[in-house]
């Protein structure tokens, strides 16, 4: 509330009660002291139950000896008997970040496929792009990702009937099993080189900017870029004679050994993730691509330019300023959401720690804090990240 | 001699092949050959998806019997939630005392029909009978008192629990996602401070994290022998949480209304809460309807999550009905049951929200 209310300026004699300003700051202090007896109040109780419980409170926690195993480890090593609660944590956050990112990767291409169809002047593939997005809306996404772990992935076959492409892939229901590549020596040419080709890229699309901001002269930059990104590599590796084995998943007594295994927690929660935000993806698509004006596609139509051009190079970077904000949640959720893989004992953060740490220790402030600041950061860099971008693309306006 | 017509031509029909079920047909399915291929194959693969669907569902689904001997397991064996129908409804409350809840549907459903459809003009009495009174009346009921048998918290569950949770937690917090969007407004730092911690905070964490810390750490923050029954424990945390979406949607709202408005409303010499009841709220608020319908949607299928703090939710019930040893391998029954149960309200609400915009839109769209 503004202050300067007529009839209430300095020279009218005013009841401090009604004057606005003593008020706001009447109020504001009450608010103060409420916040601050709450926060006491809360703070005393926390304290004499903690107390009560023999709780120990502080951090010490994260380097006593975990004493539990878990599912699904990626990156680092893991042992029960020797890694800490500080480990599990570590693992928490890489499992999280493992999932939210091949889950943004694949729900942004759903979104974008099915947010494109849904624009199909063909009227049953417009349809079918309809109803998959009520569907996957419509349904909770824990029914969704129950629904493929307990009934699609854990009812597919057992080990010894595994489904089987030739040598190389097995699936059965403890997981997806590729050939695994084990490295020789001068095997750091290939990632080097594949590093390489995306740094010559990234040259090369300036390098043709330029040039047709110049001459007006095009030059195949996707082409290009492909094919050094992914021919550096290839080359790279014919040149130093292979330098990697793969390893074939083999059928044991009881198991399949050897080869990379996607284990069904992680499939169920990739999938589920992607297809449930794939759906809301889809019509924030929709949507901006409906609000560029149709006139710029007629106008473009006119110039004689090819619709996939036009698609490409006039609609969807406008439609890009509508998308991006609402894009930009649509990642958040999906990684918060990530966090629904408790249910299915996909070990992320908040299973195994928020979880079984929390339940072995009890020392719930210290890492509910703790989870809550890891998804906070999350947030913010990914929001930090998005603001960037939505602001590099913006309309430039003078 | 006149060559030159002087009557005007009849106006011609257009060409056959642009109007009807050809013209519609060539334009939306065979305008190309790449359309013609595209309509062939997804029409294939619509037809395969669509008559598996019905396959499994109805035409060799099994729904008469009473035992697993009785499933053919050709399609789905929908018996399995036939026996169980009465827990997936209501959960564990005594079934003599399952009539309560059917009584509390029908007084909901007349209290809805009264507030939301076309027919009653003046909603004041519908509001303030579904707002006020009939969560009173719903409290005894469910609950118990007033020579009504007390059915403790524990033995809710269901659809039943399903709807409670997400009823009672919209009802709280739409009014407290109101105060916390107002708050958030304010020229007054402090209490913009107090309300954009609170949102931010919330809206960054996933839910389960905030329920997780409502089932573990309230009990904490309460003096010892306080202690909330799990289903409360879960409101708050669900309340908390739509609130601070909610708040969101409405401080969107909020910020679609021209500044003069408030400034007409000050200048007819209204103060802060009247200009806000009478003139901003409720603006705001009718912008926002489709938003809060949708974050309901969202809440309404966020309920689910209190399968992960064991409270016995439709989900949850059909859940451990499935790992029940003499039902075991009909996961997907079950999950497509409470799938389509879910789809049809959500859905269902989501038309509404489409059917009151476009009722609500009073001529300055776009």
């Known amino acids: 509330m503004t202050a300067d209310v007529p009839g209430m300026s300095e020279g009218a004699k005013v009841s401090p009660f009604r004057d606005p300003k003593i008020r706001a700051l009447f109020f504001q202090v009450l608010v103060i002291v409420t916040f601050l007896a709450f926060v006491y109040y809360i703070a005393d109780n926390t304290i004499t139950n903690l107390e ?51 889950g943004i990767v694949l729900a942004t291409i759903i979104g974008f496929v099915f947010g494109v169809l849904r624009l199909s002047n063909n009227w049953i593939v417009n349809r079918i792009a309809y109803v998959y997005i009520e569907v996957v809306r419509n349904i909770p996404l824990l029914v969704q990702l129950l629904f493929w772990y307990l009934a699609v992935l854990l009812e597919l076959p057992k080990v010894r009937d595994s489904v089987k492409l030739g040598d190389s892939v097995a699936i059965n229901n403890r997981g997806f099993y590729f050939p695994s590549i084990v490295p020789d020596s001068g095997f750091w040419l290939i990632p080097t080189a594949f590093v390489l080709g995306i740094i010559a890229t990234v ?74 935000t794939g759906g809301f993806i889809a019509e924030i698509v929709r949507s901006g691509i409906n609000a560029v004006s149709h006139g710029q596609t007629e106008a473009a139509n006119s110039l004689g330019i090819k619709p996939s051009v036009t698609m490409r190079l006039i609609i969807i970077p406008q439609a890009l300023r509508v998308i991006i904000p609402p894009l930009t949640s649509q990642f958040l959720n999906l990684t918060k959401n990530s966090s629904l893989a408790t249910a299915i004992g996909y070990s992320e953060i908040v299973a195994i720690f928020a979880g079984t740490s929390l339940n072995q220790t009890g020392q719930a402030i210290e890492i509910i804090a703790l989870t809550m600041l890891f998804y906070l950061t999350i947030s913010l860099i990914i929001s930090v990240f998005m603001n960037w971008y939505n602001k590099r693309i913006a309309l430039v306006e003078r | 001699m006149a060559i030159v017509k002087t009557e005007r031509h009849p106006e011609m029909p257009p060409p056959v092949t642009t109007t009807g079920v050809i013209g519609w047909l060539r334009q939306n399915l065979f305008s190309s050959w790449f359309n013609t291929i595209l309509t062939v194959v997804a029409a294939y693969v619509a037809y395969k998806a669509l008559y598996a669907f019905i396959d499994f569902t109805i035409i060799s689904a099994n729904f008469a019997g009473t035992t697993r001997d009785d499933c053919t397991l050709d399609g789905a064996c929908w018996v399995f939630i036939k026996q169980r129908f009465g827990q997936v409804m209501y959960g564990f409350y005594p079934e003599a005392e399952r009539w309560r809840i059917n009584v509390g549907y029908v007084l909901g459903a007349i209290g809805l029909f009264l507030v939301l459809s076309n027919y009653v003009k003046n909603k004041k009495w519908p509001a303030l009978y579904l707002f006020v009174i009939y969560p009173i009346i719903c409290y005894f009921l469910f609950f118990g008192g007033f020579g009504l048998e007390v059915v403790e918290t524990s033995q809710w569950g269901g659809l039943f629990l399903t709807l409670v949770l997400a009823s009672v937690s919209i009802f709280v917090a739409l009014p407290l996602g109101i105060i916390l969007a107002l708050g958030r407004r304010s020229e007054m730092p402090v209490v913009r401070m107090v309300c954009v911690g609170f949102i931010e905070l919330i809206r960054a964490v996933p839910l389960i994290s905030v329920l997780f810390m409502a089932s573990v750490m309230l009990p ?64 705001a608020l009718k912008i926002s309807i489709p938003s809060i319908v949708n974050t309901f949607i969202g809440l ?33 029954e079950g999950y497509v049951f409470v799938a389509i149960v879910f789809w049809v309200f959500c859905f269902g609400m989501s038309r509404y929200s489409i059917w009151l915009e476009n009722k609500l839109h009073t001529g300055h769209k776009r």
């Open chain 1, 203 to 276: 040259f090369v699309s300036k390098w043709a900017h330029k040039r047709q901001d110049e001459t007006g002269q095009q030059f195949p930059v996707f082409t290009t870029g492909l094919a050094l990104i992914i021919g550096l590599p290839v080359l790279a590796a014919l040149v130093s004679g292979i330098p990697f084995a793969l390893e074939y998943p083999s059928m044991g007594r009881f198991n399949i050994a050897g080869g990379w295994v996607i284990k069904p927690e992680f499939m169920a929660l990739f999938l589920g993730l992607s297809i449930y």
């Open chain 2, 220 to 283: 904490l923050f309460l003096p010892e022998g306080q202690n909330f029954d799990k289903l409360i424990r879960a409101l708050v945390g669900m309340s908390l949480f739509s609130a601070a979406y909610m708040a969101e949607v409405v401080r969107g709202g909020l910020q679609a209304l021209p500044k003069g408005q408030t400034e007409a409303a000050m200048s007819l010499g209204l103060g802060y809460w009247q200009t806000m009841w009478l003139i901003i709220l409720p603006q």
């Open chain 2, 300 to 332: 309404f299928k966020d309920t689910t999550l209190v399968l992960i703090i064991g409270l016995f939710d439709l989900l949850s019930v059909v859940k451990a009905g499935t790992q029940d040893k003499n039902w075991l391998g009909l996961a997907t």
């Open chain 1, 52 to 102: 009560k419980r023999g709780i120990a409170s502080g951090f010490d926690f994260l380097s006593q000896n975990s004493g539990f195993d878990i599912g699904i480890v990626l990156l680092v090593d893991y042992n029960a008997q020797t890694s800490t609660h500080g480990d599990v944590l570590l693992i928490g956050i890489i499992n999280t970040l493992a999932v939210s990112l091949s």
